[in-house]
């Protein structure tokens, strides 16, 4: 069974940064994409950035393009969500999943649990 566990959510200003750790089990033969999502409340599920399993990125939303950034290490099934001059409109429940990739939530079959991030001052 796959599965997923965020870390590193918590309170930040608003123009701080957050780094959000993904760690993942029952991947050694997979090699599925792994991507990053949040809601917030009231709002749809949106795609933040993914990465295949060799690395190639899908395109951020115009709200975080600039702003987040992601990485994955397939040897340590690990990945990582980096979030500069955060907004109070970043404020969400992120997630981590693993799927087939791309920017769409229905393509990932595998999530975490999530994590909260609040930016306010």
């Known amino acids: 069974q796959v599965q997923l566990v965020e870390s590193g959510g918590g309170l930040a200003q608003p123009g701080g940064s957050l780094r959000l750790s993904c760690v993942a089990s029952?991947?050694?033969?997979?090699?599925?994409?792994m991507g990053w999502f949040r809601q917030a409340p009231g709002k749809e599920r949106e795609f933040l950035a993914a990465r295949s399993w060799t690395g190639a990125g899908f395109g951020s939303p115009d709200s975080v393009k600039g702003r987040f950034s992601i990485s994955r290490d397939n040897d340590r099934n690990t990945g990582d969500l980096q979030m500069n001059s955060l907004k109070p409109e970043d404020t969400a429940i992120y997630y981590c999943a693993v799927g087939r990739g791309g920017r769409r939530w229905r393509d990932y079959a595998d999530w975490g649990q999530g994590t909260q991030v609040t930016v306010s001052s």
């Open positions: 029952g991947l050694s033969r997979s090699k599925k994409g």
